[in-house]
């Protein structure tokens, strides 16, 4: 059986989360450490503790998450239980490269860290929003962002499954695509509780910051296919993936149609590592009779160890 490891992003996050993992297995501690050391800030303390105002900053919550996911997928990792192919959901795609072998552990988290810190202060330079359109197509929702294109920017940022799709832009243009959506028929339009307009024109201020981290980062060859937020195709390549890494912060996120070109391509079994469990539901959406099942702490981690023996 081929199987696909997916990467939560931003909004999976919760006080406690992975402390039943570094309370139980030493290299989770180690790991910690080593972010902490990288962060130059006790990342396992907000994350274990909290508060959630503090965890639920950009520049926290990316590196918080990442560290969780990648705890999960090395712990994997040392019960030969490896994927044959990864995607992540915006930051996700950074820990999908971590297990894909094209970034270290500590490159990951420096560049999330600054990826993180540019996209909260981005949000701060030309403050946005995002909201949550359920019930409408993929063009029904991109003819809504066009039609109101007159009141600002606002676009589609997350294509998560059919019938949702969330957009992204300044805060009167995303609050007059709501209305249009409304009109058009949606079940809900809901406002998100988020730093700044993701996946937009806004985020132009951290793209070019992160583009000179990224020129300097030590990426290297993938050693499975990574499924890219961009392209929603895979790709192995140091070059593109740097690149469509830059091209990330102010494009839309293509999940539906990675876990459909996934599926395609012979995967049969989706794993979802790391806190939450949104891209489970996601992919439940997608398709039904492939499952994505959660491993985010000891309990899940338990039961694979369990099934491999």
């Known amino acids: 059986m081929k199987k696909a490891f997916l990467f939560p992003g931003q909004a999976s996050q919760y006080v406690g989360m992975a402390k039943d993992l570094y309370d139980a297995f030493p290299a989770v501690k180690d790991l910690y450490n080593r972010a902490n050391d990288v962060m130059q800030l006790d990342l396992a303390r907000i994350s274990f503790e909290g508060p959630e105002d503090e965890l639920k900053q950009t ?3 990316q590196p918080a998450i990442y560290v969780h996911s990648v705890a999960v997928s090395e712990l994997l990792k040392t019960k030969d239980f490896m994927p044959d192919a990864v995607a992540g959901h915006s930051l996700g795609e950074y820990s999908a490269l971590v297990a894909a072998g094209a970034l270290s552990f500590e490159e990951g988290l420096r560049l999330v860290k600054i ?7 981005a949000g701060e330079i030309q403050p946005g929003t995002m909201a949550a359109i359920i019930g409408l197509d993929f063009d029904q929702t991109r003819e809504i962002c066009d039609a109101v294109a007159d009141t600002g920017i606002v676009c589609p940022a997350n294509y998560n499954s059919p019938g949702q799709v969330a957009i992204s832009g300044e805060v009167d243009a995303v609050h007059a695509a709501m209305e249009k959506a409304k009109e058009a028929g949606a079940k809900r339009a809901i ?4 730093s700044g307009a993701f996946h937009s024109p806004l985020m132009e201020y951290a793209q070019e910051g992160l583009q000179k981290a990224l020129a300097e980062a030590k990426i290297k060859e993938c050693l ?4 890219t937020n961009v392209m ?3 790709t192995t390549s ?5 690149d469509l890494l830059y091209k990330q912060l102010t494009h839309p996120v293509r999940w539906t149609e990675i876990v459909e070109h996934m599926i395609t391509d012979d995967i049969d079994v989706f794993y979802e590592i790391g806190p939450g469990k949104v891209l489970a539901g996601l992919n439940k959406r997608i398709n039904r ?7 985010g702490d000891v309990s899940g981690l338990y039961e694979i160890f369990e099934t491999e023996n």
Do not use: S
């Open 59 to 61: 520049r926290i919550t």
């Open 115 to 121: 990826r993180g810190e540019l996209m909260q202060r």
């Open 191 to 194: 406002e998100l509780v988020v």
């Open 224 to 227: 499975i296919p990574v499924y």
């Open 232 to 234: 929603a195709t895979p």
């Open 238 to 242: 140091a070059d593109e993936v740097k």
């Open 289 to 295: 009779d492939l499952p994505c099942n959660p491993i």
